[in-house]
């Protein structure tokens, strides 16, 4: 008995030694892992509460996760006039594009059950003539935005929203505007293009493959695929603002229904939490595995090559290169609802962050690269110091200039909202370039850092593209998702502001004219007839000025609402206004037949009334160019 009891004794003392032992080297790592969680709390909301002030965010959700340590926030409300509170678990926000990766994932699922490849032409799952052309089109064109498909902003229209997705994607089919993979054309089209596939190859629906393979097995359960489809027990959808004079008014609101796979689904912070950590491990969560540890390795790698320096598109995420590592992710944007997802998988940290409105976008695509930013320099990561450009200077010069979205309209009236707002790029004398971005609107510098290869402070990236002949033809952003073509002879929207600057000018001195000589005073009928077509076609000018003018205050006034909400009175006024335009400076043109044959006309007066002319049938021959004047319905 005295031998068994000093054998326990033994025993005892090793068990509380082996304790306190394992004790102390843990309490260590959990003193240190709170101590991580309340230094990241603590910079997540330093950044939520400036961010939300400066730019009067009413409300927004957030996830951190490094490691084993996620923080969710809620901040602000979700309904401003009730006073609701934000919660991260409570209540969902709509994640726009993000949707898009949902999408990608299931594509990945099959292609891991051979159920496709990613190489092969999908026109043989899709009904014919849906297409645009008939070159073959692949899942990894469609994955890395190079379908070659102009923007269509039908798929906003919600009488084609609501059609089954086949008869909404034809009825809203775009132009093939750039070969089969050659150009990064971001394509909403195109995704939803994909889910048709996805239904087309499994016999279910999109929503029903979303569900049951992936929001089910990952125990999302508060995330919904669209309105009609909440459950009473999820959560309430956060109310979004268009954000105007420091007044958060309820936004317009559309539901893109048949184009859900592009952007059709809302989610609570936490539940972002867990698709975060799903996206950044190796295809399982929690024992819940939907992919190989190979095929989510692969969803990260890039289906083109192109431009290995710069950020582009992988399996449907953002690959950009940042902080001497990759940053994968996606953006998302959709009635006023603004959202970024970002994730490194080598510190495995990652950031979701959502808002419900706002005048700017700082909070949810600025706030995960500074956080990110810091996690990896405490990795250790960081960016190797680039070596000097010899010929930086030409280089910048060479690439000086105006550049478009390929993210646009080129056909229709629609294709005229390209021309609103190009990328003006300038170089400075020491090589570097001054552009803005999508979270810098002002002016930004960026930096030579290799041949064709710019950078600024915060990591983003601007690439050339060259023809074989070495000219330059496009640029590639920071975002991976975009290219901008450079604006060439008519492409350049400068001479459809010119045009319309020298036209406005002599409408003016047109009808002063008219004024000083105290009426037409034609000298012959001829003379009479091209007189008060001059006049005619000043006063078409001006009219198109002030509809333009209404049109502009209307589209300020209303936001996004102005664009998904047509048709729009003001401009189908602008639009009315730009045939009558065209259509005047071609008889304009004409009369200069009877001004040069009209007698008792000075020579001034000939002279105004050909210039007049010459650049009224310039501004109404750009108004066809850009699909002002006779570009179709809206």
């Not at 959560?235 to 059709?264: E, K, N, T, W």
Request: aromatic content about 8%.
């Amino acid at each position: 008995m005295i031998a068994m009891a000093s054998v326990l004794r033994i025993h005892a003392t090793l068990v509380v030694t082996l304790v306190a032992a394992t004790l102390c080297v843990a309490t260590p790592k959990i003193a240190r892992a709170q101590e991580n969680a309340t230094t990241l709390s603590a910079r997540l909301d330093g950044l939520a509460e400036g961010f939300m002030l400066r730019e009067q965010v009413p409300g927004a959700i957030a996830v951190v996760v490094s490691g084993d340590t996620v923080i969710l926030r809620g901040y602000g409300f979700s309904d401003v006039a009730e006073g609701t509170p934000v919660s991260p678990e409570e209540t969902r926000f709509e994640i726009g594009s993000i949707t898009k990766l949902f999408t990608w994932v299931a594509v990945m699922i099959l292609l891991e059950e051979d159920a496709l490849d990613l190489h092969e032409d999908v026109l043989r799952y899709l009904p014919e003539g849906l297409v645009p052309d008939d070159a073959p089109l692949t899942m990894a064109q469609l994955m890395s935005h190079r379908p070659g498909f102009e923007e269509s902003y039908a798929i906003f229209d919600p009488a084609i929203a609501a059609l089954p997705r086949a008869e909404a994607l034809a009825a809203s089919a775009p132009e093939q505007v750039f070969p089969r993979g050659e150009v990064t054309s971001y394509s909403n089209w195109g995704v939803a293009l994909a889910g048709l596939v996805v239904e087309e190859i499994t016999g279910q629906s999109w929503k029903e493959v979303v569900q049951t393979r992936i929001l089910d097995p990952l125990a999302m359960e508060d995330t919904t695929l669209g309105e009609a489809l909440r459950r009473e027990d999820q959560p309430p959808l956060s109310r979004s603002y268009r954000v105007q004079g420091g007044i958060a008014h309820p936004a317009f609101r559309i539901d893109i229904g048949a184009f859900a796979p592009a952007g059709g689904i809302a989610s609570t912070a936490a539940d972002m939490a867990r698709f975060l950590r799903f996206l950044m491990g190796d295809g399982a969560l929690e024992g819940a595995r939907l992919l190989q540890a190979e095929t989510m390795s692969a969803m990260r790698t890039r289906l083109f090559d192109d431009r290995p320096e710069a950020a582009d598109m992988t399996h449907g995420l953002q690959s950009r290169p940042l902080f001497g590592t990759t940053v994968y992710g996606h953006g998302g944007g959709l009635n006023e609802f603004l959202s970024n997802l970002a994730f490194i998988p080598e510190i495995d940290a990652g950031v979701f962050i959502s808002q419900n409105g706002g005048i700017g976008a700082s909070l949810p695509f600025l706030a995960p690269d500074l956080i990110l930013a810091e996690l990896a320099a405490d990795a250790g990561l960081a960016a190797p110091v680039p070596e000097a450009v010899t010929d930086a200077a030409d280089r910048a010069s060479e690439v000086a200039g105006r550049y478009l979205n390929n993210r646009r309209t080129f056909s229709g009236w629609a294709q005229f909202f390209g021309a609103l707002g190009p990328l003006v790029v300038t170089a400075t004398p020491d090589g570097a370039l001054m552009l803005p971005t999508n979270t810098l609107p002002a002016l930004t510098r960026f930096e030579s850092i290799g041949p064709d290869l710019w950078q600024n402070a915060q990591g983003d990236r601007i690439a050339l593209v060259r023809d074989e002949a070495g000219r330059i033809i496009r640029l590639a952003d920071g975002t991976g998702a975009h290219t901008h073509e450079r604006a060439r002879g008519l492409s350049d929207p400068v001479w459809l502001y010119m045009a319309f600057g020298l036209s406005a000018l002599l409408s003016l001195t047109t009808l002063v004219g008219l004024i000083w000589r105290h009426g037409i005073k034609g000298g012959s009928p001829g003379g009479a007839l091209a007189a008060w077509l001059g006049v005619a076609g000043a006063a078409s000018v001006l009219v198109f000025v002030l509809a333009g003018i209404a049109a502009g205050f209307t589209a300020v006034r209303l936001g996004s609402e102005y664009i998904f909400d047509q048709p729009q009175p003001t401009l189908q006024a602008v639009l009315v206004v730009a045939d009558g335009v065209a259509v005047v400076a071609a008889l304009v043109l004409l009369s200069l037949v009877l001004v040069w044959r009209a007698p008792e006309w000075r020579l001034w007066r000939r002279l105004h009334q050909t210039a007049f002319a010459l650049s009224l049938v310039a501004f109404g021959g750009l108004l066809l160019r850009w699909g002002l004047a006779f570009g179709g319905p809206i």
